[in-house]
């Protein structure tokens, strides 16, 4: 954004990265809106209907997520992201370390997924997910699965991994010949939405973020 020239401190447009602030005297804005420090972290779990987009604004008109945060009072980011068709655990925050730390690889941040596929889902299928399958974008993902139920035409299958490529679930499982139907994230980094109605909010306790910033080492 400073290479864009979309940065200023007291209307002086920024040249280059590293400029010192004084956040108590020193105007800085993006694109002409002033921006502050935040004063308050604010720690949420959504439990995300399907779709709804997981961003704060889509140029289509579609529903996001802030439908359902506005009682919040705060603007908060999405950790991460789920697909458009895609219901359950979000975590939104205004805290970007641990936003960061929790999106990044590095920290492996386990996720943990419950699916209805087509079909009856073979135990050969769980080992060749377990093993590494190949993803459009060349990566080899992998994934723990365990079937839970078997229906006349379908399966219900929970897939516990600690990557997050896009649309991996779905890509792991069309590739071994099962698609997807329904993705429920049950959980993500021990945090459920347990008890919790589609759309439905709440804070995350403190027990809960500490637990989160230790995970991370923050």
């Known amino acids: 954004?400073?290479?864009?020239?979309?940065?200023?401190?007291?209307?002086?447009?920024?040249?280059?990265?590293?400029?010192?602030?004084?956040?108590d005297k020193?105007?800085?804005k993006v694109d002409?809106?002033?921006?502050?420090?935040?004063?308050?972290?604010?720690?949420?779990v959504l439990n995300k209907p399907r779709y709804v987009m997981t961003t704060l604004h889509d140029p289509f008109k579609r529903t996001t997520v802030v439908k359902y945060l506005e009682p919040?009072?705060?603007r908060v980011y999405p950790v991460g992201r789920l697909d458009y068709d895609t219901q359950g655990v979000l975590i939104l925050t205004n805290d970007g370390d641990l936003a960061?730390?929790?999106?990044?690889p590095r920290f492996e941040i386990r996720k943990?997924?419950?699916a209805k596929v087509i079909g009856r889902f073979s135990v050969e299928a769980c080992d060749a997910i377990k093993k590494g399958v190949k993803l459009e974008d060349g990566h080899i993902g992998h994934a723990r699965v365990d079937i839970l139920q078997y229906g006349d035409h379908w399966s219900r299958i929970r897939v516990t991994m600690i990557e997050g490529r896009k649309r991996e679930v779905k890509q792991l499982c069309k590739n071994v010949g099962y698609p997807v139907l329904r993705?429920?994230?049950?959980?993500?980094?021990?945090?459920?939405?347990?008890?919790?109605?589609?759309?439905?909010?709440?804070?995350?306790?403190?027990?809960?973020?500490e637990r989160l910033t230790?995970?991370?080492?923050l």
């Open 183 to 209: 993705l429920t994230r049950v959980e993500f980094a021990g945090i459920t939405a347990k008890g919790m109605g589609l759309g439905k909010w709440r804070q995350l306790t403190k027990h809960e973020v």
């Open 26 to 28: 020193d105007v800085v």
């Open 72 to 74: 919040l009072g705060h």
């Open 32 to 44: 002409g809106t002033a921006v502050a420090p935040v004063t308050e972290k604010v720690y949420v």
């Open 214 to 217: 230790a995970m991370v080492g």
């Open 1 to 23: 954004m400073i290479a864009e020239g979309r940065i200023t401190v007291n209307d002086t447009t920024v040249a280059k990265p590293g400029v010192v602030v004084d956040p």
């Open 100 to 104: 960061y730390r929790l999106s990044h």
């Open 112 to 114: 943990i997924y419950e």
